[in-house]
């Protein structure tokens, strides 16, 4: 147990060494642990915290690829030394040998325990938000920018395809099953036509994101407009749109004709992701952002209530494809794809190519042409649009449920495509022929995170061997020794998936109880006393404390009703800001009323895969309940504001 309140990232990775000895002592004696031990602390100390976050990921990618694709791991290629007559690095080789052979490919009957402990020691520290250098921030930006001018490679190519699909139109050909560019372009065409047949773009309540804009108004300020763009109100007129009403635009007649309608451009930023750097974010104009929240609200709307989509594509939920890795994995019938930059290689001409027109011009309307890098410098974008824009990721899950739906070679296929994002599953028939269609369109397939043989899976979060989940704890949040409601609440959950109390699988639970108990006083250390879950308190709680690091101090409320205790609870400091009466209506039109929808879905489906939904069946009553649920919000308040990532930790009676 920790003496203090300090928790590095040695004495983590320690004790859950210890752990999966513990877990696997059939195979590691006393010297092995002894070796295992001073070779991470051998490495930790030349290398620096680059072995747990670099290193170590590479070994773990490596073991992904021997499963998912049969490509042997060699030690030698990934900075570890071999075993003698073997590719199996010295390093963890114990349970390295009840996964894979000496050539590096897995075994008849690989150990899913030892596959799902490896993964636990290789990923800890993969998501860890440590600082990131300016050298990798200009690698993210530069990549941002090469795939700019391969979008203009592929643009003869996309030209080609759409002139043969209207030399198609124009002859009267009949639409076949050849599975040729144009071919598949049309049929992708045809099917997103029917789609859009009845959505009117022009039917849409904007509002604003939560996130920041590119022209840097605070929440409060987005309400009072200084510029609109001339191509957004082409669709959208100023007075229908951006105002509460009539009486708003009469009050503001003087302000009205002063608004700008220049076409700003967007802003890059970049934000943590994982140890090969920070993930690039586009933050649009406000003008832009308004619209895009509106339309994207309205074709997640559709694509989740209409028969030809509501089952193979989603946004709101991961629990379809997240399960379907599980079923994958257990099967070896359908496969994980995944795709690389995705958000970035849909081009402006792909969707031109594919969406009706009534729709690409309203999106057009509100899209960014330009973006500014964080150097200053001001590039055009080929792309439909970067990450951050609100009509990224539908018209992005859209375009490849498009064009892989279109290519399928049957109706047993085409229902068993599911989408979110970039995450794709489908039958492993299937699979050469969908990665082939989608980077003739100028997609590119992350093959490396592809999973198309053996019996391993992953999809939107979830890693699965033969059936059993064997996904990682990942750490993301750094640990503080001092008192912050971020390390609070994250380090709570970390103790609990290692102690693996509560979890669904009893047979694969984990049972860390080293690296769990040793989390658990670091935090006792530093905030006293933390409930625990058979206490039933809406406030973060660890699965088991002893009596004594239970809260002590209670009180029975005559309110209520029933015994409550005094602990730390996360909030959100509530900011008042008085804004005039217009702008408060306009965002209560905007954020205030109720959602109009929610979509609540059931087993019974008959357009989709029986098999692949059977396996879901046992989820869709929670799912129906959180759906329901949804659409009711806590009271709303017009002048008051949350900001993102602001909670602090307060003491309350619970």
């Known amino acids: 147990m920790v003496p203090n309140k300090s928790l590095d990232d040695i ?55 021997a499963l998912s694709s049969n490509t042997p791991l060699d030690a030698n290629l990934l900075g570890f030394d071999a075993l003698e007559e073997s590719k199996l690095p010295r390093f963890l080789g114990e349970l390295f040998g009840l996964v894979l052979d000496s050539s590096g490919v897995p075994l008849q009957e690989p150990s899913a325990l030892a596959i799902r402990s490896l993964m636990d020691i290789l990923y800890c520290f993969y998501k860890y938000e440590l600082p990131y250098t300016p050298e990798l921030e200009q690698q993210v930006v530069a990549a941002f920018e090469e795939t ?60 604003h994101g939560p996130g920041a804009v590119a022209t840097k108004q605070q929440l409060w300020d987005k309400y009072l407009w200084t510029n609109i763009s001339a191509a957004i109100t082409e669709s959208y007129p100023q007075d229908a749109y951006f105002y509460a009403s009539q009486g708003h635009v009469c009050d503001h007649l003087s302000a009205f004709g002063l608004v700008g309608e220049a076409s700003l ?63 994958g994995s257990s099967t070896g019938k359908y496969v994980t794809l995944d795709l690389k930059e995705a958000s970035d290689r849909v081009s402006l001409d792909l ?21 500014t890098l964080p150097d200053g410098r001001r590039i055009k974008l080929k792309k439909f649009a970067p990450m951050g824009s609100s009509l990224c990721f539908p018209i992005m899950a859209l375009t490849i449920w498009a064009i892989l739906t279109a290519a399928a070679p049957d109706e047993d296929t085409r229902e068993s495509i599911l989408v ?153 400091p509530v900011i008042n800001q008085e804004m005039d009466g217009w702008s408060m209506l306009l965002r209560y039109f905007a954020e205030g009323t109720p959602s109009d929808y929610s979509y ?34 806590q009271p709303f308040r017009v002048r008051s504001y949350t900001r993102r990532r602001s909670s602090i930790l307060v003491r309350r009676w619970r």
């Not at 209409?306 to 494809?321: A, I, S």
């Not at 190519?353 to 011009?361: D, E």
């Not at 309203?362 to 973006?371: H, I, L, V, Y």
């Not at 008959?606 to 009711?632: G, M, P, Q």
Request: glycine letters at 6%.
């Open 11 to 65: 004495q983590i990775i320690t004790a859950l060494l210890h752990d999966v000895f513990e877990t696997h002592g059939e195979v590691f004696n006393c010297k092995s642990r002894r070796l295992t031990l001073e070779k991470v602390n051998e490495r930790r100390a030349s290398e620096g915290v680059g072995f747990l976050t670099k290193t170590l990921p590479c070994l773990g990618k490596a073991l992904e690829r």
């Open 420 to 572: 979110y994002g970039d995450d794709v599953i489908g039958p492993t028939a299937f699979a050469e022929d969908a990665m082939k269609q989608l980077e003739t369109f100028g997609l590119k397939i992350n093959r490396s995170k592809s999973c198309t043989s053996g019996f391993y899976r992953e999809s939107c979060g979830t890693n699965a061997f033969k059936g059993i989940n064997v996904t990682p704890v990942r750490l993301r949040t750094v640990w503080n020794d001092s008192r912050t409601p971020e390390v609070y609440e994250s380090w709570i959950a970390y103790a609990n998936s290692y102690s693996g109390r509560g979890s669904d699988d009893i047979q694969f639970r984990r049972s860390y109880y080293n690296v769990s108990n040793l989390i658990a006083e670091a935090l006792h250390a530093i905030y006293g006393a933390i409930p625990t879950m058979d206490m039933n308190l809406t406030c973060p709680s660890l699965y088991c404390v002893s009596h004594e690091q239970k809260p002590l101090k209670t009180r029975t409320s005559l309110r209520f009703q029933k015994k409550q205790y005094l602990v730390w609870e996360l909030k959100s």
């Open 148 to 207: 700019e001018r391969d979008l203009l490679t592929n643009e003869k190519t996309l030209a080609a395809i759409g002139l043969q699909v209207s030399e198609c139109i124009d002859r009267g050909d009949r639409v076949d099953s050849s599975t040729e560019p144009h071919a598949v372009a049309r049929k992708a065409r045809l099917l997103l036509q029917e789609l859009f047949a009845y959505f009117d773009p022009t039917d849409i309540k904007p509002k």
């Open 351 to 371: 969707v031109r190519l594919l969406f009706p027109p009534h729709v690409v011009a309203p999106m057009e309307a509100c899209r960014s042409t330009e973006t």
């Open 600 to 633: 609540v879905i059931g087993p019974g489906a008959t357009t989709c895969k029986a098999e692949l939904w059977d396996f879901h069946e046992r989820h869709f009553e929670a799912y129906n309940k959180y759906a329901v649920a949804s659409i009711w919000k």
């Open 265 to 327: 451009p967007a802003r890059v930023i970049l934000v943590p992701k994982d140890a090969r750097g920070p993930r690039l974010i586009s933050c649009e104009p406000v003008d832009n952002q308004w619209i895009q929240q509106g339309l994207s609200q309205a074709v997640v709307k559709l694509v989740e209530a209409h028969p030809l989509t509501k089952w193979n594509v989603f946004f709101t939920d991961q629990g379809p494809n997240q399960r379907g890795a599980l079923l």
